[in-house]
Every structure is written in structure tokens, then in C-alpha cells.
Nanobody, 121 residues
Framework: QVQLVESGGGLVQPGGSLRLSCAAS????????MAWYRQAPGKQRELVAI???????NYADSVKGRFTISGDNAKNTVYLQMNSLKPEDTAVYYC???????????????WGQGTQVTVSS
């Protein structure tokens, strides 16, 4: 099967930066898209940024100009560079990917385990 493993979360002061990584592993044929979602306490999970196989990207309005999503196809890895962080960015950040893979029922959407980002002074 397929696994998504995230890293890079932590505690940062307002105005600071963090870089999240998410690596996909398994019997992967291709990755159609990779995205970052976040979920703050008491709120619904929301899309932060997405990158498509062709390189196109899209961002939530709340992070435009501050966050950048990028991918390394050779490593099956997606990154989220987060700059000018605000307290309202505090959330658990989840990696999501649409993956074509070997095995019956394998192809589909996968989620990482989540990584905590806390922005506080």
C-alpha cells in the first residue's frame, strides 16, 4: 500500500517560518496531486494549498503570499514553506495525495498522520 509521512511541525513565534515535508512511499505509479490541509480546534478541516502533477498550484486566500507549496517528483515529496506565520495559522496540518498505485483498490486519496503547528509568543 501507500504511506504519507509528514515532518517539520513545531512551535514558532508570530512572524516566523516553518517548512513542512510530506513523503509518499509504496508501490506508486504516479501522483496526480498533493495538498496540505489544516484543522484548528473546533473547526473543520480546510484546504491550505494544492499542487497538481503538471505543476499548477492553488492556495487558500488566507495564506496567499505567505505560504508556498512545491514538489520533488523524484522523491515523491511535497513541501509547504510557511512564512510570516500568524497565531491563526495554528492547527494540525495534514498531507493529502491522490495516488495511482499497484494492487486492487490501491489507487485513491491518502492522508498523512498530521503534524502540529503552533504559532505563539
Amino acid at each position: 500500500q501507500v504511506q504519507l509521512v509528514e515532518s517539520g511541525g513545531g512551535l514558532v513565534q508570530p512572524g516566523g517560518s516553518l517548512r513542512l515535508s510530506c513523503a509518499a512511499s509504496g508501490r506508486i505509479f504516479s501522483i496526480n496531486s498533493m495538498a496540505w490541509y489544516r484543522q484548528a480546534p473546533g473547526k473543520q478541516r480546510e484546504l491550505v494549498a494544492i499542487i497538481l502533477n503538471g505543476g499548477g498550484t492553488n492556495y487558500a486566500d488566507s495564506v496567499k503570499g505567505r505560504f508556498t507549496i512545491s514538489g520533488d517528483n523524484a522523491k515523491n515529496t511535497v513541501y509547504l514553506q510557511m512564512n510570516s506565520l500568524k497565531p491563526e495559522d495554528t492547527a494540525v496540518y495534514y498531507c493529502n495525495a491522490r495516488i495511482e498505485c499497484s494492487g486492487y483498490g490501491c489507487t485513491g486519496y491518502y492522508w498523512g498522520q498530521g503534524t502540529q503547528v503552533t504559532v505563539s509568543s
